[in-house]
């Protein structure tokens, strides 16, 4: 069976809130546990990358030798990525869970797929790159406008700060979309610019309010978003199966 036909499931974003939470409310233990894991397995790859980081790009004095820097910031990148990548399936695979009425186990957590991860990869870095590449013609079309006109240079600039905003919001469920939807990340933009373009506007506004909830969150005690994460990634959940259905398309849950 295929993806909801575009246009036929409307997103409430009161239910969705409602839904994420009871969701977690159903785990919040292991939803926790398994976030301060990942964090804790994280640290030392982000050491890592800013360390290189101030000694590479700011000029700071090094601590070793300067090609051990740069195999630090390979293992750093690579070693955040993949705990990115096994963080991002084992909460979303757990919200899941949780969402069809099943408390998820710690196991169902940190179980690491690779077939999962690397369609969440593909579908990441395709959206970053059709970023970067619209990016580079608005610059290059608004450096030649520029040649003309001063006051040109900033219109493809303005398109493109359009564009993205509007690709970025089409793309709030591309974790989900990645894991349960679709197995190619061409696909995947795909059936996110089609499933939420209907509702865009209703899109938008859910992606201000997860915003703000994460900054008040954030303001208050920088702890609570331990907490927080895992709630909104229930909540985007629940909001990704309002609008494109509770069917696993890629038989994620039942290995």
């Known amino acids: ?19 994420g939470w009871q969701a977690f409310c159903r785990a919040p233990w292991p939803f926790v546990l398994f976030q301060v894991l990942a964090l804790l397995i994280m640290a030392p790859f982000i050491g890592l990358i800013s360390h290189a980081v101030l000694h590479l790009a700011l000029g700071a ?19 955040y990525v993949v705990v990115a990548l096994w963080t ?68 493809p600039l303005v ?40 509702s865009w506007w209703t899109v938008l506004w859910f992606v201000i309010v997860e915003s703000l909830v994460a900054g008040v969150a954030y303001l208050f005690n920088a702890g609570g978003l331990l907490v927080l994460a895992p709630v909104l990634v229930c909540i985007s959940t629940a909001a990704y199966r309002q609008l494109f259905g509770s069917q696993d398309h890629t038989g994620i849950m039942s290995h």
């Not at 700060?161 to 995947?188: C, D, N, Y």
């Open 61 to 79: 004095p090094a601590l070793i030798h300067p090609i051990a820097e740069k195999i630090g910031l390979v293992v750093g990148l690579v070693g």
């Open 88 to 155: 991002a399936v084992g909460l979303t695979r757990g919200a899941w869970t949780s969402l069809e009425g099943h408390k998820p186990s710690f196991s169902s957590f940190t179980r690491w797929d690779s077939q999962a991860s690397g369609r969440l990869f593909g579908s990441s870095i395709l959206l970053v790159i059709v970023l970067v590449v619209v990016g580079a013609i608005a610059w290059g079309i608004g450096f030649g406008l520029g040649k003309l006109n001063a006051a040109l240079f900033f219109i």
């Open 159 to 198: 398109a493109f700060a359009i564009f993205k905003i509007w690709l970025v919001v089409t793309q709030q469920f591309l974790v989900p979309m990645s894991l349960f939807g679709v197995k190619r990340p061409v696909e995947t933009l795909q059936a996110g610019i089609a499933g939420v373009n209907p």
């Open 1 to 19: 069976m295929g993806l909801p036909t575009p246009g036929t499931n409307k997103l409430s974003v009161l239910r969705a809130i409602e839904d």
